[in-house]
């Protein structure tokens, strides 16, 4: 399992609030688990390192995904690769 070290260049905007995060591992690939808030949304990421996952397609990436989460729906998330980072966010809910 990766330590939190390998985390930590993820960048969280200013206006942005981490709520909860903890590592997760699932067959041997770690991630950055993350519940955060910003602009009126509650939402959720799993971070991984893009060398982890290199080999994975799309596909094979959300399978994963649903591994960690219960319910995931590759439907309702966005996928984004940024630096050294993809990150699979999910789980929105707005404020009224």
């Known amino acids: 399992m990766r330590d939190i070290?390998?985390?930590k260049e993820?960048?969280?905007e200013p206006d942005t609030k981490i709520l909860?995060?903890?590592l997760v591992e699932r067959n041997g690939i770690t991630a950055k688990f993350e519940l955060w808030y910003w602009d009126h949304i509650n939402g959720s990421s799993l971070i991984f390192l893009n060398?982890?996952?290199e080999k994975l397609t799309e596909d094979e990436l959300y399978e994963l995904c649903s591994q960690?989460?219960?319910g995931f729906n590759k439907k309702d998330s966005?996928?984004?690769k940024s630096g050294q980072y993809c990150f699979v966010n999910y789980g929105f809910s707005y404020d009224k």
């Open 5 to 7: 070290e390998d985390f």
């Open 10 to 12: 993820v960048k969280v």
């Open 20 to 22: 909860y995060t903890e």
């Open 51 to 53: 060398e982890d996952i």
């Open 68 to 70: 960690f989460i219960t």
């Open 78 to 80: 966005t996928l984004k």
